[in-house]
């Protein structure tokens, strides 16, 4: 399940229980790149330097940190594409 700005949006209700929901080895977070640019950058092109911006909302909303959330999904991204080393 990958997730991006729009769970930075505050009327992100719906995203967010999703966040909380998801387990653990399922969770991913996208740029939805030039589009859904996450909060505090929205109105700009969206890019992966905004990742951590949402991994500090999925942070919140799982009870976790920001840098568990990027080694998480780091990790996921690399089973999802093969990339395991």
Known sequence: IGLGGAVTFKNARKPLEVAAYVPDDKLLIDTDC????????????????????????????????PDAILELTRKNADTLFGLEL
């Open 34 to 65: 030039p589009y859904m640019t996450p909060v505090p950058h929205r109105g700009k092109r969206c890019d992966s330097s905004y990742i951590p911006f949402t991994a500090q909302v999925l942070a919140d909303a799982r009870n976790s940190t």
